[in-house]
């Protein structure tokens, strides 16, 4: 998916399929009420605003934390755009226009720094879509209540791994392959955790897992939690940029009883 910044898209036609209703305001914002999240790590909201096929770059794009070390904490009035500063507002004012899908992200706010333990969380997250604004309310647009997100935790159960191999020997070299993710069908209803509001009933959003890891200097990469179920996965040999995308009973992602294992030398990393 191409991105594509917000003075790119200013001038650009009213998308026709736009995610807004028609209206003869001008300047709307959108409100995602979010009451809180459930987790066990530290993290963060990432926001992603599509225009057809593209993404659009936010300047400070990333709302602040509001999870930390398992607790629950709650945002005073959810998720906002525009955000505060007044030319960014003028911007996505016209860009309400134009949006034809929204995303949030829930990324790990701790980098993390290889191994095999739950560090390793950095590298991923859950993502769900908002698809209906249809609340007018305050002079905004507001979504219906996401309410409380439940994000799986970090753990051996619920962990992908594997290694890289050239001629029969794991690589040497951190960052040979790249490996990307995106849970398409969990394979339990266990591990779905649609979000709730604050009386237990569910929403009808649901967080999905995602995660982007490279092979560390012994060969391995590893991530947790990715749940059991239909990925969509791509692999990528970071030296010479070819790219192999796993289809069908290829995208079951194999767990700790039966790594992956990708080789540099072979076509379709010998899969």
Known sequence: MSSVSLEELVNEPDAPNRLLPNTTDPTPWLGIPLTGVIGSFEWHVGLDLLVGQKSVVLPGGYAQVYGNNGGFKRPVHGIFIPDSDPET????????????????????????????GPQER??????????VFNNFSNGGLYSPPVGIVRLLSPSLDLRVQGWVLENGAKVTRAGAIQVEAFL??????????????????????????????????????????????????????????YKYEFTGAERLLALKDHPWEFHLDKPQFGH
């Open 184 to 241: 398409e069908e969990f394979a339990s209803s266990s591990d779905a955790l649609p979000t709730i509001l604050p009386d237990g009933t569910a929403t009808g959003y649901l967080p999905r897992p995602f995660f982007s890891v490279q092979n560390n200097s012994d060969g391995y990469f590893g991530f947790s939690p990715a749940p059991p179920g239909l990925w969509h996965v791509y692999v990528t040999n970071r030296a010479t940029g």
């Open 122 to 131: 950095g590298a991923g997250g859950a993502r769900f879509g908002v698809d």
């Open 89 to 116: 507002n003028r911007r996505l004012r016209i860009l309400a226009r134009k949006v034809t899908a929204v995303a949030l992200e829930f990324y790990s706010d701790d980098a993390g720094s290889g191994g095999s």
